[in-house]
């Protein structure tokens, strides 16, 4: 079997690689020519520079690999981000895909093809509408959300009009090792590693405490998007979620105690977000009805990250 991921540099990406690779799978990893994407590609000489918005250069690369197994996890991947970068958003999101999907249909048009749908094209809902089952209407209120029903939207229509297998995740917010400081979690963590090594003040800067969230660990989400493609339909959405709403400040909390450190929590504004759910839970009905069983606790997950944090200071 031959694999490419897209985005194969990053957080999700990369965990997808080595699951394959685990597998015995032939893969490759597509991304862009950045700082970032230049050091892993001097450590992985299957990763492959291509930007998804250079679409002659995409196809090119679809037909000289011509892989059975397309991951598309290439995109502008922060929702709090997107209302500071609203175009590149639309653009890498929506054209992205859009090219990725067109260059499939020609070059590899038998393939499984993975688009990385989200959690955000919920978009506007209160407490009573969880756990989110996905059949109900998605209202998206952050330039991302809004994105991201774009994708889905498109993976929809390829697959009905030329038959493509294209399968739809809806991933809820995915941890874990490798992942830049720009979501709560990673913040925090590579606060508390610069703390404890002594180098910031003794002082966590966070935003918004109190709401929940359906965490899911990168290596568990991973393993239920393989499922999905296994087992699952095409064009058919399945939340990637635990089931589980855990509040952000016991995250913080439970990161402070991981990491030992001694220091007092600063309420940023600058952190908060013009928009922000108070709970995010999903209902995972569907992905577990195929087999999947969660594998990593919370905690676990947050050990993994503080020690990533730790070596990468």
Same mark, same amino acid.
């Given at each position: 079997?031959?694999?490419?991921?897209?985005?194969?540099?990053?957080?999700?990406?990369?965990?997808?690689?080595?699951? @394959?690779?685990?597998?015995?799978?032939?893969?490759?990893?597509?991304?862009?020519?950045?700082?970032?994407?230049?050091?892993?590609?001097?450590?992985?000489?299957?990763?492959?520079?291509?930007?998804?918005?250079?679409?002659?250069?995409?196809?090119?690369?679809?037909?000289?690999?011509?892989?059975?197994?397309?991951?598309?996890?290439?995109?502008?991947?922060?929702?709090?981000?997107?209302?500071?970068?609203? @175009?590149?958003?639309?653009?890498?999101?929506?054209?992205?895909?859009?090219?990725?999907?067109?260059?499939?249909?020609?070059?590899?048009?038998?393939?499984?093809?993975?688009?990385?749908?989200?959690?955000?094209? @919920?978009?506007?809902?209160?407490?009573?509408?969880?756990?989110?089952?996905?059949?109900?209407?998605?209202?998206?209120?952050?330039?991302?959300?809004?994105?991201?029903?774009?994708?889905?939207?498109?993976?929809?229509? @390829?697959?009905?009009?030329?038959?493509?297998?294209?399968?739809?995740?809806?991933?809820?917010?995915?941890?874990?090792?490798?992942?830049?400081?720009?979501?709560?979690?990673?913040?925090?963590?590579?606060?508390?590693?610069?703390?404890?090594?002594?180098?910031?003040?003794?002082?966590?800067?966070?935003?918004?405490?109190?709401?929940?969230?359906?965490?899911?660990?990168?290596?568990?989400?991973?393993?239920?998007?393989?499922?999905?493609?296994?087992?699952?339909?095409?064009?058919?959405?399945?939340?990637?979620?635990?089931?589980?709403?855990?509040?952000?400040?016991?995250?913080?909390?439970?990161?402070?105690?991981?990491?030992?450190?001694?220091?007092?929590?600063?309420?940023?504004?600058?952190?908060?977000?013009?928009?922000?759910?108070?709970?995010?839970?999903?209902?995972?009905?569907?992905?577990?009805?195929?087999?999947?069983?969660?594998?990593?606790?919370?905690?676990?997950?947050?050990?993994?990250?503080?020690?990533?944090?730790?070596?990468?200071?």
């Amino acid at each position: 079997m031959r694999v490419l991921v897209l985005g194969g540099t990053g957080m999700v990406g990369s965990h997808f690689m080595n699951a @394959y690779r685990d597998m015995g799978a032939e893969v490759y990893g597509l991304a862009r020519n950045s700082a970032a994407s230049r050091m892993a590609a001097l450590q992985d000489s299957s990763i492959i520079r291509c930007d998804i918005l250079e679409r002659d250069a995409l196809m090119r690369v679809m037909k000289d690999i011509a892989p059975d197994v397309l991951i598309h996890m290439a995109a502008q991947a922060f929702n709090g981000d997107s209302w500071n970068l609203e @175009y590149v958003t639309h653009q890498s999101n929506y054209i992205g895909t859009l090219n990725v999907l067109y260059c499939a249909r020609e070059a590899i048009p038998k393939a499984k093809i993975l688009l990385a749908c989200s959690s955000a094209e @919920y978009g506007n809902i209160t407490e009573k509408d969880c756990p989110l089952i996905e059949d109900r209407p998605l209202l998206p209120h952050t330039p991302y959300g809004v994105s991201k029903v774009g994708v889905e939207n498109l993976g929809l229509q @390829y697959a009905l009009n030329y038959g493509m297998k294209v399968y739809l995740p809806r991933m809820f917010i995915h941890v874990g090792t490798g992942h830049p400081p720009a979501t709560a979690i990673q913040n925090f963590a590579r606060q508390l590693a610069l703390i404890k090594a002594g180098k910031l003040p003794k002082e966590v800067h966070v935003g918004n405490l109190t709401t929940k969230r359906d965490y899911i660990d990168v290596r568990d989400g991973v393993k239920a998007m393989m499922l999905l493609m296994e087992k699952g339909e095409p064009a058919i959405p399945y939340n990637i979620c635990n089931g589980e709403a855990v509040k952000i400040e016991e995250v913080l909390n439970t990161l402070v105690e991981i990491s030992g450190a001694d220091a007092e929590v600063i309420s940023d504004k600058k952190l908060f977000r013009m928009a922000d759910e108070p709970l995010l839970l999903g209902d995972n009905s569907r992905i577990r009805a195929l087999g999947y069983e969660r594998k990593y606790s919370m905690r676990q997950t947050l050990e993994a990250v503080y020690a990533d944090w730790e070596s990468r200071i």
